[in-house]
């Protein structure tokens, strides 16, 4: 992740809970006091985000004497118990940082935990797990870089790096075939190298995209399982295939039994409970 983004995006949310002053410590806390902390998982999961909590204290710390002693990298499987890593620092500085760090942390650990449950099923498959564009807003490349971790594939990032043909794109454009074409007359207008994928919702729209061509990727959106297996057969490796629509832990084995290049599951951003890590007195 760029660090200048990560420097601005923390330090919006450090203001976004300080503002006028931490009163709580100021209140009862001497400014100089120094005290040690550390961060201890409380549940088994991923680990996922440590540069970005570190970065919170580093931030928070105007005088530079905020120390930290990492033990855990991002990626590693954790268990209850497990010490993560020590601060030691102003004691006002550490509590200011504390509840921003953890939320930072905590979220990308459960996404990472939550998407690497969904790779284990597809061990050993064709198929990739895609995450989407259902993400908390200013939050997207931390919870992309956190299904990463996981083991998952990020598509694309935003509106501006790959095309993508919806329905309501088609719908609008005058359907698929406008769609398509228009498109690809755009991209060869103002000289743009950029994938094209495009949704379809069953066989007679299938059936038109393959007609047309001039596409990168065909997403069979809400398809059954039985029906999935007999597109991609179809389609035949001409194009590279997706699969997305409510598909979810159960039937995630089912829908990859197809053979689908990808499948897309917005859960993995959007359904997420935080995985449980705790700042303690050390």
């Given at each position: 992740m ?13 203001e976004e809970d ?5 009163f ?6 001497a ?5 040690k902390?550390?961060l201890?998982?409380?549940q088994?999961?991923i680990?996922?985000?440590?540069d970005?909590?570190c970065m919170?204290?580093?931030l928070?710390?105007?005088q530079?004497?905020?120390k ?10 954790v ?5 993560v890593l ?5 004691a006002r500085?550490i509590?200011?940082a504390e509840r921003?760090a953890l ?5 990308m650990?459960?996404?990472a935990?939550t998407?690497s ?5 597809l061990?050993g498959?064709?198929?990739?797990l895609?995450d ?14 956190a299904?990463k971790?996981g083991g998952?594939t990020n598509?694309?990032i935003?509106l501006f790096?790959?095309i993508?043909?919806?329905d309501?794109?088609?719908d609008f454009?005058?359907?698929?075939t406008?769609a ?11 000289n743009l190298d950029l994938?094209?994928e495009?949704e379809v919702?069953n ?10 061509g ?5 997403m069979l959106?809400?398809?059954?399982p039985?029906?999935l297996k007999?597109?991609v057969?179809?389609i ?9 629509g409510?598909?979810n832990?159960?039937t995630?084995?089912?829908y990859a039994?197809s053979?689908?290049d ?5 859960a993995l951003?959007?359904h997420i409970?935080?995985?449980d890590?705790?700042l303690?007195?050390?």
């Amino acid at each position: 992740m760029n660090n200048e983004y990560l420097r601005k995006h923390i330090s919006n949310a450090l203001e976004e809970d300080i503002q006028s002053g931490d009163f709580s410590s100021i209140a009862c806390i001497a400014p100089d006091a120094q005290r040690k902390v550390k961060l201890i998982a409380k549940q088994e999961g991923i680990l996922c985000g440590v540069d970005v909590f570190c970065m919170v204290f580093e931030l928070m710390d105007s005088q530079h004497d905020i120390k930290i002693e990492r033990f855990i990298e991002d990626g590693t499987v954790v268990k209850k118990g497990d010490l993560v890593l020590k601060i030691s620092g102003n004691a006002r500085n550490i509590l200011g940082a504390e509840r921003t760090a953890l939320n930072y942390i905590q979220l990308m650990s459960g996404i990472a935990t939550t998407t690497s449950k969904y790779v284990n099923i597809l061990q050993g498959m064709h198929t990739k797990l895609l995450d989407t564009r259902k993400t908390t807003p200013g939050l997207r490349l931390l919870e992309k870089y956190a299904v990463k971790v996981g083991g998952g594939t990020n598509h694309r990032i935003g509106l501006f790096d790959m095309i993508m043909l919806k329905d309501n794109h088609i719908d609008f454009a005058g359907g698929i075939t406008n769609a398509i074409s228009k498109t690809n007359d755009y991209l060869k207008k103002n000289n743009l190298d950029l994938k094209i994928e495009i949704e379809v919702r069953n066989f007679e729209e299938l059936d038109e995209v393959l007609k047309c061509g001039n596409v990168d990727r065909i997403m069979l959106d809400n398809f059954t399982p039985e029906d999935l297996k007999k597109a991609v057969k179809i389609i035949d490796d001409r194009y590279e295939t997706e699969a997305s629509g409510g598909i979810n832990f159960q039937t995630l084995k089912t829908y990859a039994e197809s053979n689908v290049d990808f499948i897309s599951v917005g859960a993995l951003t959007h359904h997420i409970s935080a995985m449980d890590l705790s700042l303690i007195s050390d």
